[in-house]
């Protein structure tokens, strides 16, 4: 069976602004690795496993040029562009119409869904437990995902609930059926869902025969269904198909999650064996990269006096001074065009800063 890995890569990164834009959002930037984008680091992750000619990314029209100047060695048609933005199941529909058109039966494909925009740890760990994972998948024709047992009370991930038996007596890189997915809980809620046991964190990475996604589709979602035999003549050059863009235009905005997972009964979750974070907004970065001696993880040049516990990011073509004197707990970030400085834990209200800008005319800065 041929293996395919399908990164997704279309997000926009609002919460890493003024780093992250529209056409170069964090998965191009180097936020997580001194010497590798985000996008880089997942291609190389994977590809000791699944080699670059199996590798597809799954983008928007906007940042398919960047990403294929970006990673050269990948083939030019690997980078799937996205018509329209319409979310993760109508993204994942595309990318298994490309594999089904140009590799036939999707009895014989296993798709890999990964993310560009993660901080993984211990690759080897990671692939095996992607192999472990496809293994499953393909064996049990079952919808696989990974989960991350919590090491942290946290309200901005979503979780997966399994049985009781589950992963407090599993042994590594085994799989226990989903018995439901929590939404993004209060603080009360993932307290106790730090301590159960019995939930982990949803870490957005999903494990398939392509043949056993699209049976999802048609039980779950019929007009996705629909429309990715639509995309696959289109992709065919049958006559009178209609092109991508039409098919995809009218399809529903709708995370594969909510659309499929949550309502498939053949879905299993596999624990990750290795260290994960979603680097979400800027205080991600003090859980990812190295800190110096006061607990300050700095990018670029900065001088730093009398401050701790900060995240300080310089990233000026001209090499403008940047300098923080006397602070705890901040954020700061430099670009030719932008600075934002906020408190670490108000690093989720990035987006509504950036909302503001747009209000005030300033789309050019976003």
Known sequence: MQRFAVIMAGGSGERFWPASRRARPKQLLRLTDADRSMLEEAIDRISPLIPPTNILIATSEVLAG??????????RENVIAEPAKRNTAACLALAAAHLVQRHGNPGDLAMAVLTADHKIGAPDQFRATVDAALRFATANEALVTIGVVPNRPETGYGYIEVAP????????????????????PDLETAREYAGSGLHLWNSGMFFWRVSTFLTGLANHMPALAKATDEMVSALRGERDAPPISEIFAPLADVPIDVGLMEKAHNVHVIRAVFPWDDVGAWDALARTRV??????????????????DSIVFNETA????????GLEGVIVATTPDGVLVCQKDRAQDVRRALDEIRKRGGDRFT
């Not at 992963?167 to 590594?172: D, K, L, T």
């Not at 800190?291 to 701790?308: F, K, P, Q, W, Y």
Request: some cysteine; proline content about 11%.
């Open 66 to 75: 960047p990403i294929a100047e970006a990673i050269p060695a990948l083939p």
């Open 318 to 325: 001209e090499g403008m001074a940047v300098a923080v004197i």
């Open 165 to 184: 038996a589950g992963p407090r007596a599993a042994e590594p890189l085994a799989t226990w059926p989903v018995a439901c997915f929590r939404e993004k």
């Open 291 to 308: 800190s110096d001696e006061s607990g300050n993880v700095v990018t670029g040049d900065a001088v730093l006096i009398d401050t701790r």
